[in-house]
């Protein structure tokens, strides 16, 4: 059993920078982390995953080159670096554990969730 906790979003303008962190409670380093997105009246989207040894990340479209997903199993700990960011950008964003190393950019693969943390940018 995995509880996720996520923290560091908030108000912010476009092109500024955030970093979304999740703790863990229970052990993490056996599974894939992935960052889910929500934005209102939309359905919840993938960001960004990494495997639970860092070796793969995966990133959606709309975020590669802006975004960094990174972990630390020792600290049981997983982030989201956002940059230049954008107003479309705003959203929920969701931690996530999966036992999975494949198919980790779908949402159904992943059994443990956050609560949320919610990012707001700015024009």
């Known amino acids: 059993q995995v509880q996720l906790v996520e923290s560091g979003g908030g108000l912010v303008q476009a092109g500024g920078s955030l970093r979304l962190s999740c703790v863990a409670s229970?052990?993490?380093?056996?599974?894939?982390v992935g960052w889910f997105r929500q934005a209102p009246g939309k359905e919840r989207e993938f960001v960004a995953a990494?495997?639970?040894?860092?070796?793969?990340?995966y990133y959606s479209d709309s975020v590669r080159g802006r975004f960094t997903i990174s972990r630390d199993n020792a600290r049981k700990m997983g982030y989201l670096q956002m940059n230049s960011l954008k107003p479309e950008d705003t959203a929920v964003y969701f931690c996530?554990?999966?036992?999975?190393?494949?198919?980790?950019?779908?949402?159904?693969?992943?059994?443990?969730w956050g609560q949320g943390t919610h990012v707001t940018v700015s024009s």
């Open positions: 990494i495997t639970w040894n860092g070796a793969n990340k």
């Open positions: 996530a554990a999966s036992g999975a190393v494949e198919s980790i950019r779908v949402a159904t693969m992943y059994a443990y």
């Open positions: 229970g052990r993490l380093s056996t599974y894939s």
